[in-house]
Protein backbone atom coordinates (compact mmCIF):
# COMPACT_ATOMS: atom_id res chain seq x y z
CA UNK A 1 0.00 0.00 0.00
CA UNK A 2 1.46 3.83 -0.94
CA UNK A 3 2.16 5.96 1.95
CA UNK A 4 0.12 9.42 1.61
CA UNK A 5 1.88 12.72 2.26
CA UNK A 6 -0.22 12.25 6.01
CA UNK A 7 2.67 9.74 6.69
CA UNK A 8 0.36 6.90 6.79
CA UNK A 9 -0.22 3.49 5.13
CA UNK A 10 -3.84 4.15 4.20
CA UNK A 11 -3.88 4.93 0.30
CA UNK A 12 -4.07 8.17 -1.34
CA UNK A 13 -7.60 8.61 -2.66
CA UNK A 14 -7.47 11.45 -4.60
CA UNK A 15 -11.10 11.02 -5.70
CA UNK A 16 -11.70 12.67 -1.93
CA UNK A 17 -8.93 15.15 -1.53
CA UNK A 18 -10.36 16.94 -4.84
CA UNK A 19 -13.74 16.69 -2.96
CA UNK A 20 -12.44 17.90 0.35
CA UNK A 21 -10.75 21.08 -1.86
CA UNK A 22 -13.89 21.91 -3.93
CA UNK A 23 -15.99 21.48 -0.39
CA UNK A 24 -13.90 24.08 1.21
CA UNK A 25 -13.49 26.29 -1.55
CA UNK A 26 -17.29 26.25 -2.30
CA UNK A 27 -18.05 26.41 1.00
CA UNK A 28 -15.28 29.09 1.28
CA UNK A 29 -17.42 31.27 -1.17
CA UNK A 30 -20.57 30.97 0.34
CA UNK A 31 -19.02 32.05 4.02
CA UNK A 32 -17.35 35.38 2.65
CA UNK A 33 -20.95 36.15 0.43
CA UNK A 34 -22.77 35.53 3.87
CA UNK A 35 -20.61 37.48 5.53
CA UNK A 36 -20.68 40.19 3.06
CA UNK A 37 -24.71 40.38 3.20
CA UNK A 38 -24.26 40.64 7.14
CA UNK A 39 -21.72 43.39 7.27
CA UNK A 40 -24.07 45.43 4.33
CA UNK A 41 -27.26 44.78 6.07
CA UNK A 42 -25.87 45.17 9.59
CA UNK A 43 -24.68 48.89 8.75
CA UNK A 44 -22.43 50.13 11.94
CA UNK A 45 -23.16 46.97 13.73
CA UNK A 46 -21.16 44.92 11.75
CA UNK A 47 -17.89 44.85 12.93
CA UNK A 48 -19.56 42.65 16.46
CA UNK A 49 -21.30 40.12 14.32
CA UNK A 50 -18.17 39.56 12.40
CA UNK A 51 -16.81 39.02 15.84
CA UNK A 52 -19.42 36.76 17.03
CA UNK A 53 -19.01 34.65 14.16
CA UNK A 54 -15.49 34.29 14.22
CA UNK A 55 -15.62 33.30 17.94
CA UNK A 56 -18.29 30.85 17.06
CA UNK A 57 -16.05 29.11 14.65
CA UNK A 58 -13.16 29.17 16.70
CA UNK A 59 -14.64 27.41 19.30
CA UNK A 60 -16.93 25.27 17.66
CA UNK A 61 -13.21 24.22 15.67
CA UNK A 62 -10.93 24.03 18.68
CA UNK A 63 -13.32 21.98 21.31
CA UNK A 64 -15.26 19.99 18.65
CA UNK A 65 -13.39 17.25 20.18
CA UNK A 66 -14.27 17.77 23.82
CA UNK A 67 -18.28 18.93 22.35
CA UNK A 68 -18.98 16.24 20.34
CA UNK A 69 -17.33 13.62 23.21
CA UNK A 70 -19.63 15.35 25.54
CA UNK A 71 -23.35 15.43 23.59
CA UNK A 72 -22.68 11.67 23.34
CA UNK A 73 -21.86 11.14 27.09
CA UNK A 74 -18.62 9.65 25.95
CA UNK A 75 -15.31 9.48 28.83
CA UNK A 76 -11.73 8.65 27.92
CA UNK A 77 -10.46 5.28 28.65
CA UNK A 78 -7.49 4.05 29.95
CA UNK A 79 -5.80 0.92 28.70
CA UNK A 80 -6.19 -0.99 31.94
CA UNK A 81 -10.49 0.22 31.82
CA UNK A 82 -10.70 -1.81 28.16
CA UNK A 83 -7.05 -3.63 27.19
CA UNK A 84 -8.92 -4.77 24.04
CA UNK A 85 -10.11 -1.84 22.79
CA UNK A 86 -6.99 -0.31 23.48
CA UNK A 87 -4.95 -3.29 21.72
CA UNK A 88 -6.95 -3.28 18.70
CA UNK A 89 -6.20 0.42 18.42
CA UNK A 90 -2.39 -0.11 18.99
CA UNK A 91 -2.40 -2.46 16.37
CA UNK A 92 -3.79 -0.66 13.70
CA UNK A 93 -2.21 2.36 14.74
CA UNK A 94 0.56 0.24 14.56
CA UNK A 95 -0.10 -1.09 10.92
CA UNK A 96 -1.25 2.17 9.50
CA UNK A 97 2.27 3.74 10.56
CA UNK A 98 -0.11 6.72 12.41
CA UNK A 99 -0.20 7.85 15.97
CA UNK A 100 -2.31 6.78 18.22
CA UNK A 101 -5.45 8.64 18.72
CA UNK A 102 -6.97 9.13 22.19
CA UNK A 103 -9.68 6.50 23.31
CA UNK A 104 -13.49 6.82 24.21
CA UNK A 105 -16.44 4.49 24.91
CA UNK A 106 -19.33 6.07 25.09
CA UNK A 107 -22.29 4.74 27.44
CA UNK A 108 -25.35 3.82 24.46
CA UNK A 109 -27.13 0.91 23.53
CA UNK A 110 -27.10 2.14 19.73
CA UNK A 111 -24.16 0.30 18.24
CA UNK A 112 -21.50 3.12 16.71
CA UNK A 113 -17.88 4.69 16.25
CA UNK A 114 -16.84 8.14 15.38
CA UNK A 115 -13.68 9.53 15.23
CA UNK A 116 -13.71 13.84 15.67
CA UNK A 117 -10.67 16.52 16.42
CA UNK A 118 -9.46 19.42 14.30
CA UNK A 119 -5.95 17.24 13.96
CA UNK A 120 -4.14 13.80 14.59
CA UNK A 121 -2.72 15.52 17.68
CA UNK A 122 -6.32 16.08 19.21
CA UNK A 123 -8.25 13.16 17.79
CA UNK A 124 -10.67 11.27 19.87
CA UNK A 125 -11.67 7.55 18.34
CA UNK A 126 -15.00 6.37 20.15
CA UNK A 127 -17.20 3.28 20.81
CA UNK A 128 -20.19 2.71 21.92
CA UNK A 129 -20.73 0.00 24.54
CA UNK A 130 -23.17 -1.35 22.31
CA UNK A 131 -20.36 -1.93 19.49
CA UNK A 132 -18.24 -3.85 21.51
CA UNK A 133 -20.70 -5.55 23.26
CA UNK A 134 -21.90 -7.02 19.95
CA UNK A 135 -18.84 -7.07 17.71
CA UNK A 136 -16.06 -10.40 16.93
CA UNK A 137 -12.47 -9.02 17.39
CA UNK A 138 -11.95 -8.93 13.80
CA UNK A 139 -15.29 -6.81 13.10
CA UNK A 140 -14.22 -4.11 15.76
CA UNK A 141 -11.10 -4.20 13.71
CA UNK A 142 -13.03 -3.53 10.52
CA UNK A 143 -15.11 -0.30 12.56
CA UNK A 144 -12.31 0.99 14.34
CA UNK A 145 -9.90 0.77 10.79
CA UNK A 146 -12.57 2.46 9.10
CA UNK A 147 -12.64 5.66 11.76
CA UNK A 148 -9.09 5.99 11.58
CA UNK A 149 -9.04 6.00 8.02
CA UNK A 150 -11.23 9.31 8.46
CA UNK A 151 -8.40 10.34 11.03
CA UNK A 152 -5.41 9.89 8.47
CA UNK A 153 -7.19 11.90 5.50
CA UNK A 154 -8.11 14.36 7.53
CA UNK A 155 -11.73 14.48 6.78
CA UNK A 156 -12.56 14.96 9.95
CA UNK A 157 -11.37 18.26 10.34
CA UNK A 158 -13.16 18.69 7.12
CA UNK A 159 -16.40 17.97 7.97
CA UNK A 160 -16.29 19.66 11.19
CA UNK A 161 -15.19 23.03 9.67
CA UNK A 162 -17.62 22.58 6.78
CA UNK A 163 -20.18 22.09 9.52
CA UNK A 164 -19.73 25.15 10.98
CA UNK A 165 -21.53 27.44 8.28
CA UNK A 166 -24.70 25.09 8.04
CA UNK A 167 -25.13 25.57 11.95
CA UNK A 168 -24.62 29.16 11.68
CA UNK A 169 -26.95 29.83 8.69
CA UNK A 170 -29.45 27.46 10.08
CA UNK A 171 -29.28 29.70 13.29
CA UNK A 172 -29.84 32.77 11.46
CA UNK A 173 -32.70 31.31 9.58
CA UNK A 174 -34.43 30.62 13.07
CA UNK A 175 -34.05 33.83 14.61
CA UNK A 176 -34.91 35.30 11.49
CA UNK A 177 -37.84 33.29 11.43
CA UNK A 178 -39.14 33.93 14.85
CA UNK A 179 -38.49 37.47 14.51
CA UNK A 180 -40.72 37.67 11.67
CA UNK A 181 -43.00 35.84 13.47
CA UNK A 182 -43.23 37.73 16.63
CA UNK A 183 -41.76 41.13 16.11
CA UNK A 184 -45.26 42.50 15.64
CA UNK A 185 -45.20 46.22 15.36
CA UNK A 186 -42.44 47.24 17.16
CA UNK A 187 -40.39 46.48 13.67
CA UNK A 188 -40.29 49.47 11.52
CA UNK A 189 -40.12 48.50 7.59
CA UNK A 190 -36.88 49.06 6.95
CA UNK A 191 -36.09 46.54 10.14
CA UNK A 192 -38.67 44.14 8.39
CA UNK A 193 -37.01 44.25 5.09
CA UNK A 194 -33.63 43.94 6.60
CA UNK A 195 -34.68 41.04 8.45
CA UNK A 196 -36.10 39.67 5.38
CA UNK A 197 -33.01 39.64 3.40
CA UNK A 198 -30.60 37.89 5.43
CA UNK A 199 -33.10 34.82 6.86
CA UNK A 200 -33.97 34.43 2.28
CA UNK A 201 -29.95 34.42 2.51
CA UNK A 202 -29.53 32.32 5.59
CA UNK A 203 -31.96 29.94 3.81
CA UNK A 204 -30.09 30.06 0.52
CA UNK A 205 -26.66 29.14 2.40
CA UNK A 206 -27.63 26.61 4.67
CA UNK A 207 -29.49 24.69 1.29
CA UNK A 208 -26.46 25.01 -0.08
CA UNK A 209 -24.20 24.19 2.33
CA UNK A 210 -26.45 21.35 3.23
CA UNK A 211 -26.18 19.55 -0.04
CA UNK A 212 -22.12 20.14 -0.60
CA UNK A 213 -21.66 18.53 3.05
CA UNK A 214 -23.88 15.58 2.50
CA UNK A 215 -21.76 15.03 -0.98
CA UNK A 216 -18.95 15.24 0.74
CA UNK A 217 -19.91 12.58 3.55
CA UNK A 218 -21.72 10.07 1.54
CA UNK A 219 -17.97 10.13 -0.57
CA UNK A 220 -15.64 10.06 2.51
CA UNK A 221 -17.76 6.74 3.81
CA UNK A 222 -17.08 4.86 0.84
CA UNK A 223 -12.87 6.08 0.83
CA UNK A 224 -13.02 4.75 4.78
CA UNK A 225 -14.71 1.59 4.03
CA UNK A 226 -12.53 1.12 1.27
CA UNK A 227 -9.12 2.01 3.27
CA UNK A 228 -10.00 -0.27 6.29
CA UNK A 229 -10.86 -2.83 3.64
CA UNK A 230 -7.07 -2.79 2.41
CA UNK A 231 -5.52 -2.25 5.63
CA UNK A 232 -6.88 -4.94 7.86
CA UNK A 233 -7.01 -7.42 4.36
CA UNK A 234 -10.71 -8.33 5.41
CA UNK A 235 -13.28 -6.21 3.49
CA UNK A 236 -15.57 -9.34 4.72
CA UNK A 237 -15.66 -8.68 8.35
CA UNK A 238 -16.26 -4.86 8.36
CA UNK A 239 -19.02 -6.09 5.72
CA UNK A 240 -20.41 -8.71 8.60
CA UNK A 241 -20.14 -5.59 10.92
CA UNK A 242 -22.08 -3.16 8.56
CA UNK A 243 -24.85 -5.58 8.27
CA UNK A 244 -25.14 -6.20 12.20
CA UNK A 245 -25.02 -2.68 12.85
CA UNK A 246 -27.51 -1.90 10.44
CA UNK A 247 -29.81 -5.20 11.53
CA UNK A 248 -29.69 -4.03 14.91
CA UNK A 249 -30.80 -0.32 14.28
CA UNK A 250 -33.73 -1.73 13.57
CA UNK A 251 -34.44 -2.98 17.12
CA UNK A 252 -33.03 -0.14 19.39
CA UNK A 253 -35.83 1.59 20.70
CA UNK A 254 -36.45 5.03 18.58
CA UNK A 255 -36.05 7.52 21.48
CA UNK A 256 -32.62 6.63 21.47
CA UNK A 257 -31.68 6.58 17.47
CA UNK A 258 -33.59 9.92 17.58
CA UNK A 259 -31.18 10.84 20.12
CA UNK A 260 -28.08 10.35 18.39
CA UNK A 261 -29.69 11.43 15.14
CA UNK A 262 -27.50 14.85 15.24
CA UNK A 263 -24.10 12.67 14.96
CA UNK A 264 -25.20 10.86 12.08
CA UNK A 265 -22.58 12.75 9.50
CA UNK A 266 -19.59 11.47 12.00
CA UNK A 267 -21.42 8.09 12.75
CA UNK A 268 -19.88 4.93 11.07
CA UNK A 269 -23.10 3.68 10.25
CA UNK A 270 -26.71 6.16 10.45
CA UNK A 271 -28.57 6.08 13.50
CA UNK A 272 -31.59 6.20 11.49
CA UNK A 273 -31.19 4.71 7.40
CA UNK A 274 -34.37 5.80 5.29
CA UNK A 275 -35.02 2.97 2.65
CA UNK A 276 -37.32 6.36 0.48
CA UNK A 277 -34.38 6.58 -2.79
CA UNK A 278 -35.84 10.79 -2.09
CA UNK A 279 -33.76 10.89 1.48
CA UNK A 280 -31.33 9.54 0.54
CA UNK A 281 -30.17 11.91 -1.74
CA UNK A 282 -29.57 13.87 1.47
CA UNK A 283 -28.20 11.20 3.66
CA UNK A 284 -25.04 11.06 5.21
CA UNK A 285 -24.16 7.94 3.91
CA UNK A 286 -24.10 6.08 1.43
CA UNK A 287 -26.87 2.68 1.11
CA UNK A 288 -25.70 -0.10 2.67
CA UNK A 289 -26.26 -1.97 -0.34
CA UNK A 290 -23.96 0.27 -2.13
CA UNK A 291 -21.32 -0.15 1.25
CA UNK A 292 -21.28 -4.43 0.72
CA UNK A 293 -21.09 -3.93 -2.60
CA UNK A 294 -17.95 -1.56 -2.88
CA UNK A 295 -16.54 -4.38 0.12
CA UNK A 296 -17.40 -7.47 -2.19
CA UNK A 297 -15.25 -6.35 -5.28
CA UNK A 298 -12.39 -5.19 -2.38
CA UNK A 299 -12.63 -9.16 -1.47
CA UNK A 300 -12.70 -10.39 -5.14
CA UNK A 301 -9.57 -8.37 -6.10
CA UNK A 302 -7.60 -9.24 -2.83
CA UNK A 303 -8.79 -13.14 -4.34
CA UNK A 304 -11.56 -13.90 -2.10
CA UNK A 305 -9.38 -14.69 0.60
CA UNK A 306 -10.60 -12.10 2.86
Request: glycine fraction near 8%; aromatic fraction near 8%; charged fraction near 20%.
Amino acid sequence: MTRTSAGTRFGTDRGLVGRMLATMFLLGLLYVVFVGVLVVMLGRAWPLAVVLIGGVFVAQFWFSDKLAAFAMGAREVTPEEQPELHGAVDRLCALADMPKPRVAVADSDVPNAFATGRNRRNTVVCTTTGLLRRLEPAELDGVLAHELSHVAHKDVAVMTIASFLGVLAGLLTRVGVQFGLFGGMRRDQNTAVLMLVVTAVSVVVYTLSFVLIRTLSRYRELCADRSAALLTGRPSALASALTKISGTMARIPTRDLRRAEPFNAFFFAPAIASKDSLANLFATHPTLERRLEQLGRISAELGGAA
